[in-house]
């Protein structure tokens, strides 16, 4: 393997030897390997794939470390594969970077439905993407509905502090997780009418 070559593909390796440990270690050790490996000259941003999704994850970051070793949340993902079934809706309200919700298209299937709402701007790119995999993939995607919004109790315009780390930006609360880098307007809307305005009459699971 050239130095060239290992520079782009020593995240995506040690993503993956992470998932093997990952259930006994957490994610961490693959995390610090990465960020000692980044030290060294290598790259980043590791290739994951959750059912039909492919991403691109950061194996310097916690948390982007933990979604490409599979291992986010994990008691998160338990609930979400207990409860949901083939043909089920699921909402998202903060979908982040769209890996709950490529667990919730594996489980729901291609008679499901997801509607998903993100106001951070930055991930915009990699949901609408993951909207359009139905299209392309009608066998295995379920209809992805993806909304640039906040959701409140009303239509309105509210105030949203943008995080250095990417998919943890928030309308509510404190920036628990890192800085605050702006602060933007978003438009905030109501979920009962997103609902209605596409004719989902059935709700199996609402993550917030």
């Known amino acids: 393997m050239s130095r060239e070559h290992a520079v782009h593909v020593v995240p995506t390796l040690l993503a993956r030897a992470g998932r093997l440990v990952a259930p006994l270690t957490g994610g961490w050790p693959a995390c610090l390997a990465a960020r000692a490996a980044n030290r060294l000259g290598f790259g980043r941003m590791a290739s994951a794939c959750v059912g039909a999704v492919d991403f691109r994850l950061d194996m310097t970051d916690y948390f982007e470390g933990c979604m490409a070793q599979h291992c986010y949340e994990p008691e998160m993902s338990r609930v979400m594969r207990r409860i949901l079934g083939p043909g089920d809706t699921y909402v998202d309200v903060g979908a982040q970077l769209g890996y709950t919700a490529a667990l919730a298209a594996q489980a729901v299937g291609p008679d499901g ?7 951070d701007p930055r991930t915009a790119a990699q949901l609408e993407s993951l909207a359009a995999l139905h299209a392309a993939q009608p066998a295995v995607m379920p209809r992805v509905h ?11 315009q509210i105030g949203f502090a943008v995080l250095g780390r990417v998919g943890w930006s928030t309308a509510v609360g404190c920036a628990r997780y890192d800085r605050v880098i702006d602060r933007i307007m978003v438009p905030a809307v109501v979920i009962d009418d997103e609902l209605e305005s596409r004719g989902i009459d059935s709700v199996r699971l609402v993550k917030i």
Request: aromatic share 12%; charged share 15%.
């Open 113 to 119: 439905c997801l509607l998903l709402f993100e106001p």
């Open 146 to 156: 993806f909304v640039p919004c906040a959701c409140s109790d009303r239509q309105s």
